[in-house]
């Protein structure tokens, strides 16, 4: 069989089984989040769909130079109409032939993980076109335009000029951009199963010294322009992650003036957390002290059980400002994310988007962003936080919860213990 009506093949059919164990499984939507995380239940599985999904990939690695015949399918079910293009030209307005380092300011990604990208998601980016009106345009050409729009916030006539497309068509491939990577590979931002969450907590153990720590958890704000009146409204997007930086858990779609820690509590993940489906592992014994699996946050969240928070009252050269400082490592690489995602163009300023629609665009630069980190593409991420800290800092009012309960604080005291930074 032909190399890439193979991959089409195997990647639909991939997509489709993804898509069947999620609407089956995956329980965890709140009305106030769109795009919520979910327990990975089904691991097992979903790595070996994963591995089937960069076999695809691979599989269509051929020369996307050679003319092909584009089909189109309405929503209506009519009959698919094809029509001979030249994907070369196609990549001429891409700027695919010119130096891959040309493509980080255009679509925040290397060359390379741009083909790779259009591979995967080439049967699911033809397959819908607007209803009566085939766009005849290459896998590789949809994407371009929805990642343009993505990585650098360009208006839609700015880039229906630059592509040569109508600005109806750009509309179209960003959201329909967004809604394949957020409906079919939601499963690059999925929570850790309990093996994998072994390794999270040993790789921010080698960093700290500190045992048990299974994701930095923080809160941020985008701006979204208010269709109504023209105002600027804001939306809150909680993320959770590793010492990598990579995203374990994204909610987003709440009002942007909740408090960190009240956007937590309307999420599915504290509901899961408090009714013991997640960060349940047997606990270690620490100084005495039984330790459950944790988060670490700043001073808006409350200390928990499962949720570490800094010392107030540390004294230079004390248990606890070594805890603070390893406190502060972990928690970097929660605030890298953040800056990562605002460096995706689209992010860094007021999103000119309906809320359901914004709320996607969040969820898709989140998959992207995972999708870099796995390529090891940094392209988009974020080595310093540079003025990101300063904002950071500036909201946060450090609030200190005198509710703190005793054992939350006995086993913040043992932890504090083992700090080694």
């Known amino acids: ?14 997509s489709q089984l993804l898509l069947l164990i999620i609407l089956l499984f995956d329980s965890n939507k709140t009305a106030d989040s769109h795009f919520s995380d979910g327990t990975n239940t089904f691991a097992g599985v ?17 020369s996307v130079s050679r ?44 060359s390379s993980t741009f083909e790779w990208l259009a591979g995967l998601l080439e049967p699911l980016l033809e397959c819908r076109d607007p209803v009566g009106s085939p766009l005849n345009l290459s896998a590789e050409l949809r994407l371009g335009i929805g990642l343009f729009r993505l990585a650098t916030g360009s208006s839609y006539p700015e880039i229906a000029q630059r592509f040569g497309v109508s600005e109806s068509v750009t509309r179209f491939c960003t959201k329909h951009l967004c809604r394949v990577l957020c409906t079919n590979f939601r499963f690059w931002v999925a929570f850790p199963t309990p093996d994998e969450l072994n390794s999270v907590s040993s790789s921010f153990e080698r960093l700290t010294g500190l045992p048990n ?10 701006s979204i322009v208010n269709d109504n009146n023209g105002g600027i409204d804001s939306i809150a997007a909680q993320i959770v992650v590793d010492s990598s930086s990579k995203i374990l858990s994204i909610i987003a779609g709440f009002k942007g003036n909740k408090r960190d820690f009240k956007v937590l509590e309307c999420s599915t993940l504290y509901k899961d957390i408090e009714e013991g489906r997640l960060l349940n592992s047997s606990p270690l014994i ?17 200390l928990l059980p499962w949720l570490m928070v800094p010392f107030h009252d540390a004294f230079p ?14 928690r970097s690489s929660a605030l890298k994310t953040i800056a990562s995602l605002k460096n995706w163009g ?19 630069c989140s998959i992207l962003h995972n999708v870099l980190l796995m390529r090891e593409d940094d392209s988009a ?9 300063g904002h950071t800092q500036s909201f946060h009012h450090q609030q200190h919860y005198e509710e703190d309960s005793i054992e939350a604080s006995a086993i913040r005291d043992a932890l504090a213990e083992q700090a080694c930074v």
Not at 92 to 106: I, Q
């Open 1 to 14: 069989m032909d190399p890439r009506k193979l991959s089409a093949l195997l990647s639909s059919l991939v």
């Open 46 to 62: 979903l790595n070996y769909l994963i591995s089937s999904q960069q076999i695809a990939a691979s599989l269509s690695f051929v």
């Open 317 to 330: 050269g004390s248990s606890r400002a070594r805890f603070n400082t390893a406190h502060s490592v972990m």
């Open 346 to 364: 689209i992010l860094n300023r007021p999103i000119h988007e309906e809320l359901k629609a914004a709320v996607a665009v969040i969820g898709a």
């Open 286 to 302: 620490i100084n005495g002290e039984a330790v459950n699996q944790y988060f670490v946050g700043d001073g808006d969240y409350p």
């Open 381 to 389: 991420l974020c080595e310093t936080m540079g003025d990101y800290l």
């Open 213 to 222: 720590c299974c994701g930095a958890i923080d809160c941020t704000r985008f």
């Open 67 to 110: 003319k092909r015949k584009r089909t189109h399918c309405s929503e209506s079910g009519s009959e698919p109409a094809g029509e001979e293009t030249d994907p070369q030209l196609d990549r001429v307005r891409l700027g695919l032939t010119r130096d891959p380092d040309s493509f980080k300011p255009f679509f925040r990604m290397k």
